[in-house]
């Protein structure tokens, strides 16, 4: 491409059809704030320059730029697109021989390869201007492409008439100005309009007034259905679909069985190995990892975590900021989180929960257990009812288990404790003190029987309510 | 409007396309008796009468009737919507000069906008009948609106031909009468047809062979589409779908974020405050009201549940008929119900159920464990694996636990009982008796160890097996 | 029929674009492999001989191929599927005077209704060939129907222009030939196009060449909706939609209400009965059955678990080959598996599992337990927080808890052990021998206090970190 790219990006609106305190574009969209979609989309098309325009909120979206070369431009009012625009002109105007693309911060459904299709036909074209739009099935909510006498106009969907609205090519809200051009236009731009704003769409008849090739660039088919300008949250969930099918559909071309995609929930930066199956009601968000070859299973949520190769993970389980090494087994209803890992083939069971837990491999914790603050070394086996008692009201306190120890079942390990490798600790005891390895320790009172109990108990309970149930008369 | 009006909903059918025990319109839609979202629609077009038509389980639907003012007609042999609205002569005949408005029972997605609409029509056409119709995409199971020889006609399905049936606009069910043209006409109806039922659609030609104006009132556009006649339980599924997503769409217009829309059942009745965030999986039933700045994770399951402001239900957690005050943070994995309340900032973690249960201003359960018909003060914790035992086998006895009290992990709480403020319980123990303010509890036996019981007990092992598998062998 | 009928299912691809080790029709669709299906419907149509040419992991499609009766053709390379037919032709030539029907084996959606259709127009009209199109809304993938000087030729979309691309009638892949007709064309084919396959579908060019009657049999309106062409994993899932809510309104117009059919996951050898309600988010898998008047909650997970009538299942409960008798009622959160019996009147509540174990009529175990081997008698009340230690770290063993036993909560049953009818056991206790009958066993240490020791060890904490508080900045 001959001519420099600066890119410029309109993000200082609240959003007000939102209705929430935060700004609109601040909005997570697949678990990404839609400002960073924009400008990950943006920086593919490697701008000289990528300004944002901002704020609202301003700090914040700031924040969330992903690009360190991105710079910002503040426009402390908001008066429309073209007001917002007008705020950058002076940075635009150091770059005289360039081309401007201008986008709304609200389309993250736009693509860089739609970008790039508006920016080739403008150069070819040597267009002033050049402006994406879009043949909806339902227009609701864009601007109208209008032709008349031989140019081009953009109606306002609270300026249309009932005919115009009938148009379907729409306005996306995405544009490559000559910067030349676009200095030119700005002062022309008339806020005498319902809202009192001034519109960029109006550059669009100004530039044609003037003269200069002004023309449409347009998306069809497919593509333009996946088009939706989110204005309202509802409009958030459609788009936030149509991302999330494409990323499945893609993950499913590669290897990952879904077994129903409308109902996984995935977020953007998840990534999936081959031959890996996806149950129904599976929820995947930030950085998590699935290996190839695994399961995940209806209800599994998981957040920021690290599953290795053919590892299953049963219904329900609920894992953040964890690992999984390879042939790993958890769940159904395992609760594994912060910083905890699981070494290769070990396994934890049904509501077990671990927290900064190191369990070693093959290890094995299968029933009703809390493991914090622990590590656990190779081949233990951790008995049902297990706690680590880490928390002593003050601070937490660490358990460690030997390799190959066997913890009975309905055991308390009050932290800070050891067990040595190899030693057993019998049923039901609260192990304070440490227990050498390969020896057996046990704290547990000795069991003792009152025969004939249970029908003395029934003798006396009889006796006690045949009065009370006389009192009770007497009271009414 | 200037006349009476009369309302009357044809709710005597059985509907043995449900093929169930339960009468159709006892069938619940979003929570609520498809009969109850009848009466209601029709009570908001306030009438001077509100009348229904039962027949089948007649004393269920009455009850679930939710309008007090409502009156109620027999028809004790089901033949036909004509002869429905028969059994309802004697009552009309007193209201001569009112418009009688008739609507089939089964078509809850009838607006009161849209009869508003019909009713507005025909009294400024002074028309004798208008009857409600809709250009409906899949038309299969309405009647056809049949335009011959300058007036209408209708054809049910059973009885069109394969032309009538490719016909879209459809009769809804849905007409309003001058009643004394409706008591002139009813004698006039037959019942030869394949049915031999009275047909209530046959009213249409009858008043225009009688030189009466009769007219359509059409639906149009995507409030057409909404349309469902209710005729199986997989339409009722689709009328609760249509329903649903118009409930979503108004709170994510108010502000609240739903990430998939699709997939959250939510019912008639629920509330959710602003920039609250539902999760896709999410179940909220009943009387269920959410504060604002929640989020309801994956697989949250709440019925009757009320949550304060700022609060989190982590996944798949289960509530039901309880209050979680702000700022409470509950889950995953977490089962509150029954009567319990939890107070501001106080937290249930993991595997663990609350049951009648007063639990204080930033109390703690976070593991394993099970509160009934317990009362537990500001800022106490509850250790991991901490039962209340309290049910004795006859009764449900209470345990109260003091401010700040400290109840050590794996402790059973005998009921009646309680534990002082600011006391502690060491872990492991079984509290049968209460325990002082400010003092430690332990019931707990000694630990003691057997220095290389575990070599031991291999040995023991080996030496056992080695004969039983001779053993083995020799029985082959 | 007048002929009789071989039926030929070409199953020898690996399927490429499924990205996968295991071969395409290996993949399973609602539970059953691909394969699997197509033999199912092909038996339907009771050929007197059935075939399944094979290549790819051929032992074990043969091994998934349900009909007994079925034979296989072994092709060693693959070279199309005209070269797949030439495989099976010195078996064909056995039957000259039959008819062949030809299917790729990855069309599960093609019905035996559809197949009797095609097989009828071809006798009807003695066709030499007669082939299966439908007019497809999208027929990417699918070859396109041609018609050229009074005959027709398929184009693969690989080798289509792009104005044949437009055409929508598609060869589905299904084709009845005269035997004698077949086995004279195969020999004709060529395999000089772009892959350097033998296609069978230039048979229909061919046959026309040769002036014989080659004819399209066109699938109409909604049913051919449902063809789809399953190459990748992406269409499988789509296939999988079509089946499963075909399957689904078949149960919900015989009785089974699903609140939102779009998301139930159901497996196609499931069975429900009449008046039972499933919410969103259920899965069933494998051999389930659920009786009638069931109700079956969000997150609920069954696989091969057999529920009598009037059974509730709460929400997020798993069970996996086990079985419920009537009116029994589990969950949330219960995890019921391996040949778990639960008798009529049973509870299991939440965190509750059960593994091979017999639990009796009435009996109840309410909160965080783990029954494992065990045999629970009629009426027994199992306590909050009761564990069988069923493993001592090398076998399993039983335990038996006789009918109207009361276990106290956070007891461990230490297997092999059994408690007698009527028995109660104390809170807390661990049980290591046998409990008579009738009688109270306990074993739990006295319960002493410390009074003031909250404040002194306050005190004491208070100390203790002064000095450690100096160490730390020293220590900077």
Redesign the interface.
């Known amino acids: 491409m001959s001519r420099d790219l600066v890119a410029l990006v309109l993000a200082a609106g609240q959003g007000t059809?939102?209705?929430?305190?935060?700004a609109k574009l601040l909005?997570p969209l697949l678990g990404r704030p839609m400002i960073r979609h924009m400008t990950d989309t943006l920086s593919a098309l490697k701008p000289v320059k990528l300004l944002v325009v901002v704020g609202h909120q301003r700090e914040e979206i700031m924040r969330r730029v992903a690009d360190p070369a991105a710079g910002f431009v503040v426009q402390r009012e908001q008066h429309g697109s073209g007001h917002a625009v007008m705020s950058a002109a002076p940075i635009l105007r150091r770059r005289p021989k360039a081309d401007i693309l201008v986008v709304n911060g609200d389309l993250p459904l736009v693509t860089a390869a739609m970008l790039r299709r508006l920016l080739l036909r403008h150069r070819r074209r040597r267009a002033a201007l050049t402006f994406l739009t879009a043949e909806l099935r339902n227009p609701y909510g864009f601007g109208r492409v209008i032709r008349e006498g031989g140019t081009w106009r953009i109606v306002e969907e609270k300026d249309a008439t009932a005919a115009q609205r009938l148009v379907r090519e729409s306005n996306i809200g995405a544009y490559v100005f000559r910067t030349s051009d676009l200095l030119a236009v700005l002062p022309r731009l008339s806020n005498k309009n319902k809202k009192k704003e001034y519109y960029l769409t109006d550059t669009i008849a100004e530039l044609a007034c003037m003269g200069r090739r002004v023309e449409p660039c347009k998306v069809e088919g497919p593509e333009a259905e996946g088009i939706i300008g989110v204005n309202?949250?509802?409009e958030?969930?459609r788009a936030?679909?149509v991302f999330r099918l494409r990323k499945?559909?893609d993950l499913?071309?590669?290897?990952?069985?879904?077994?129903?995609?409308?109902?996984v929930?995935i977020e953007w930066d998840v990534r999936i190995g081959?031959?890996t199956t996806v149950?129904?009601?599976v929820?995947l968000e930030g950085e998590t990892r699935i290996g190839s070859d695994c399961v995940l299973?209806?209800?599994v949520?998981l957040r920021n975590a690290i599953v290795g190769n053919g590892a299953a993970v049963?219904?329900?389980s609920?894992l953040s900021d964890c690992r999984l090494e390879d042939g790993v087994r958890v769940g159904?209803?395992a609760?594994l989180r912060m910083k905890s890992v699981l070494r290769a083939g070990s396994r934890a069971g049904?509501?077990v929960?671990m927290k900064n837990t190191d369990f070693g491999r093959d290890a094995k914790a299968m029933?009703?257990t809390?493991l914090g603050d622990a590590a656990v070394g190779e081949g233990a086996?951790i008995?049902?009812?297990t706690?680590t008692?880490n928390?002593d009201?003050?601070r937490k306190n660490p358990t460690r288990i030997g390799a190959g120890a066997?913890i009975?079942?309905?055991t308390?390990l009050?932290a800070p404790v050891k067990v040595g490798k190899?030693?057993?600790v019998?049923?039901?005891?609260?192990?304070?003190?440490d227990?050498?390895p390969?020896?057996?320790?046990?704290?547990?009172?000795?069991?003792?029987?009152?025969?004939?109990?249970?029908?003395r108990?029934k003798a006396r309970?009889k006796a006690s309510l045949r009065p009370s149930r006389k009192k009770r008369k007497t009271g009414r």
């Open positions: 059809r939102f209705r929430s305190r935060t909005h309202t949250r509802f958030l969930a936030a679909e499945i559909k499913a071309e590669a290897g990952v069985t879904f077994l129903d995609p409308a109902r929930w081959r031959d149950y129904p009601g929820t299973h209806p209800g949520h049963l219904s329900h609920v159904p209803f609760h049904n509501f929960e029933h009703l809390y086996n008995g049902a009812g706690i008692c928390y009201g003050v066997f009975g079942s309905g308390e009050v190899g030693a057993y019998g049923a039901g005891s609260v192990i304070t003190k227990v050498s390969g020896a057996l320790s046990v704290s547990r009172a000795r069991q003792f029987e009152k025969p004939g109990w249970a029908a108990r309970r």
